[in-house]
């Protein structure tokens, strides 16, 4: 059994030469994860307030672009996915904040 759990370690565990440690890394998708929709345009030039750990397939920021808010993706290029995405939904700071906390917990992608 010990070898099955080590198959099941999080990625985390042997990235870790790779990984700067700086910024989090959001959770692995929960069950009812909220599925935001991606778009390959977004809002405009904006601030990255936030961002997750850049050792991911996937990495995310939270931008504000003049106090609206969208979340950024850059993803390794794959089938069916753009490198680089934003979020079709945007929203005010508390609501984006929110939505930055659900992201990290799995609880949106
Ligand atoms: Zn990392």
């Known amino acids: 059994m010990t070898a099955s759990a080590v198959d099941l370690a999080p990625p985390d565990a042997y990235t870790d030469e790779d990984c700067p440690g700086i910024s989090p890394h959001p959770a692995v998708p929960r069950p009812g994860c909220t599925a ?5 345009q977004g809002l405009g030039p904006g601030r990255v307030v936030a961002y997750t ?3 991911q397939m996937t990495a ?18 794959r089938l069916g996915v753009p490198p ?9 700071r508390g609501e984006a904040h929110e939505w930055w906390r659900r992201l990290l917990a799995g609880q949106a992608r």
């Open 84 to 92: 680089v995405s934003w979020t079709a939904e945007w929203w005010r």
């Open 60 to 77: 995310y920021g939270l931008v504000s672009c003049v106090g609206i808010y969208q979340f950024h993706r850059r993803t390794l290029p």
């Open 36 to 40: 935001l929709r991606w778009i390959g």
């Open 53 to 55: 750990c850049s050792c």
